[in-house]
């Protein structure tokens, strides 16, 4: 009766400690596997999908025309001797924003057959208004502001010949004028009529300049 109690104890010590060592193994095998599995994530071999490829010769791409901001020359006034050089020496390409676009269709319409610097004193007198609160704050809002000027009908400006040298020329004014470029005789002047004329405004205004066929007031 004692041999037989003393082998069931047996045996069920021996259960145990297989029991207890299984446990320890699928611990560290457990532990094992995770580490396999953070350096499998971390470390990850390159591929044929990740390995960089290098051409041997250099790609050209083709650069988009450049715009108003980028054809615009900021160092023009360095060098011009006179206002027709500053506007020869800016270039004809590059689109216009369309506030510059209304600022050179007001030079366009209202003075294209005056002498350069008569345009730029109508485009200096729409690049004041602008900046004064007594007026419309962009050039758009100045030129097709109601009744002031004649050449706008329907609240649009006619059709522009977009090829002769007169837009040619009232493009880079406009420039000139937006950008500060040359000094004009209009200086603060706000408003402007044909020397043919008389309007009854005219007599409350300081007059500033005559040019060509037109009078600046301030």
């Not at 470390?43 to 791409?61: G, H, I, N, R, S």
């Not at 083709?62 to 011009?80: K, N, T, W, Y």
């Not at 590059?94 to 294209?112: D, I, K, N, Q, T």
Request: aromatic residues 8%; contains cysteine; neutral net charge.
């Amino acid at each position: 009766m004692v041999r037989k109690t003393t082998g069931f104890t047996a045996g069920i010590a021996a259960l145990a400690l297989t029991i207890f060592a299984g446990a320890e193994g699928s611990g560290a095998n457990a532990q094992v596997a995770a580490q396999t599995a953070t350096q499998n994530t971390t470390e990850a071999p390159l591929t044929e999908e990740v390995v960089p490829v290098f051409v041997e010769k250099a790609v050209v791409q083709e650069l988009p025309e450049p715009v108003e901001a980028q054809a615009e020359i900021l160092d023009s006034e360095s060098q011009a001797g006179s206002l027709r050089e500053l506007v020869t020496s800016l270039p004809a390409a590059g689109e216009l924003s369309e506030e510059l676009h209304c600022l050179a269709g007001a030079v366009y319409f209202e003075s294209r057959g005056e002498p350069l610097d008569g345009q730029l004193a109508v485009a200096q007198v729409i690049v004041n208004r602008a900046e004064d609160r007594r007026f419309p704050s962009s050039y758009c809002g100045v030129v097709f502001q109601r009744s002031q000027f004649s050449f706008v009908k329907g609240g649009s400006m006619p059709r522009i010949r977009t090829g002769s040298g007169a837009w040619k020329r009232a493009k880079a004014i406009a420039r000139i004028a937006h950008r500060g470029l040359w000094d004009s005789r209009a200086s603060d002047a706000l408003y402007f009529h044909a020397n043919y004329v008389r309007p009854k405004w005219s007599r409350r205004k300081v007059a500033l300049a005559t040019i060509d066929t037109h009078v600046f007031y301030r």
